[in-house]
């Protein structure tokens, strides 16, 4: 399949590589195995971060793409450290929306430490909002994504609702571990990195936590804007008492 004419059910855009993997990799490969169209976008390519190189990151990225069954990934070029909300940054996502025209994108929550990923947020809000304006002079045609979602795993928020990624939890693991560069032990940023077999704890620690809530062993959180609609009392899920 030609790039150009790949279309994705899920898109999660994100600040940085890896960002994905540490937020909702596990409903990515959920997703997959159920035989959706996953694709990412990451806005940055890494050059800023404190650890490795840009190159190594994008090799790092594809090989966890790989691992997450992502059928796509690709990232812009918005300077790292400095994702600002800006018309020329919309459009860029934009031509990507109108490309692969997902039905749902998951984006970083809204609030949190890092400026690129509260940013990207509201960037990709917008975009997703001007990419099904018909009069917009952007290249494509307008496509307005159905759901938005916001990955809140680092959030201090109460997720609408957790996906169940119980059965993926080794493999989301594994897709956080190729990025050898940020996460292999090694000297540089020892202060404000976490060590590596740290990392694995935290990794099932956070899935068991957003699990017990649902009652299921290991799940990732979102947000959604929207309330929920029930069709059927009788099929709703998580059990009261
Ligand atoms: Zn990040």
Same mark, same amino acid.
Request: proline share 5%.
């Given at each position: 399949m030609?790039?150009s004419?790949f279309?994705a059910d899920i898109?999660?855009?994100?600040a940085?590589r890896d960002?994905?993997?540490?937020t ?7 997703s997959?195995?159920?035989g959706l169209?996953? #694709?990412i976008?990451?806005l940055t390519?890494?050059?800023a971060? &404190?650890?490795g190189t840009a190159?190594q990151?994008? @090799?790092? $990225? *594809? ?7 992502v059928?796509?990934?690709e ?7 400095c994702v ?7 459009v ?11 039905r749902?994108?998951i984006?970083?929550?809204w609030?949190?430490r ?9 960037l990709?809000?917008?975009?997703c909002?001007?990419s ?5 002079d952007?290249?494509?045609e307008p496509?307005r ?9 680092? #959030?201090?928020?109460r997720?609408?609702?957790v996906?169940d990624? &119980? ?7 594994? @897709?956080? $571990? *190729?990025?050898?560069s940020?996460?292999?032990?090694q ?14 704890e935290?990794t ?9 809530l649902?009652?299921?062993r ?6 959604q ?5 029930v ?11």
């Amino acid at each position: 399949m030609e790039p150009s004419d790949f279309k994705a059910d899920i898109l999660a855009i994100a600040a940085h590589r890896d960002d994905v993997e540490q937020t909702c990799g596990g409903t990515m490969l959920r997703s997959a195995a159920r035989g959706l169209r996953t #694709a990412i976008l990451d806005l940055t390519q890494g050059e800023a971060g &404190t650890r490795g190189t840009a190159a190594q990151r994008e @090799a790092e $990225a *594809a090989e966890a793409a790989q691992i997450l069954g992502v059928t796509s990934r690709e990232a812009l070029d918005i300077p790292d450290g400095c994702v600002e909300n800006t018309y020329e940054n919309r459009v860029k996502i934009v031509q990507v929306l109108r490309r692969i025209r997902p039905r749902v994108v998951i984006l970083p929550y809204w609030a949190g430490r890092h400026p690129d990923h509260y940013t990207t947020a509201t960037l990709g809000y917008e975009a997703c909002f001007i990419s099904g304006l018909v009069k917009m002079d952007i290249p494509g045609e307008p496509h307005r994504p159905y759901k938005i979602l916001y990955a809140s795993l680092y #959030a201090d928020v109460r997720p609408s609702f957790v996906v169940d990624i &119980t059965p993926h939890i080794e493999q989301r693991y594994q @897709a956080l $571990a *190729a990025y050898r560069s940020q996460y292999a032990s090694q000297s540089a940023g020892n202060s404000i990195f976490v060590r590596e077999d740290d990392i694995r704890e935290r990794t099932f620690a956070t899935a068991r936590h957003y699990g017990l809530l649902a009652g299921v062993r290991y799940a990732e959180p979102f947000v959604q804007k929207e309330v929920g609609l029930v069709e059927d009392l009788m099929l709703l899920p998580v059990q009261s008492i």
